[in-house]
């Protein structure tokens, strides 16, 4: 059996992965950040609700 070298994943999915899996990363915190507020029944994006800004 030979070995097989290389990746199955460009550079830049795997430094995206990583970045989901690092606790000081900014991505790891605002995915973290999304799923409380899709998990909490009194935040806006769990009730369906968009706010756009404007008034």
Do not use: I, L
Not at 4 to 28: D, E, I, K, L, R
Request: hydrophobic share 15%.
């Amino acid at each position: 059996m030979s070995k097989v070298f290389g990746n199955t994943h460009t550079q830049s999915q795997m430094n995206h992965h990583s970045n989901q899996c690092n606790p000081n990363s900014n991505a790891y915190r605002s995915s973290m950040n999304n799923h409380a507020n899709q998990c909490n029944p009194n935040h806006s994006t769990s009730k369906g609700e968009h706010h756009s800004g404007k008034h």
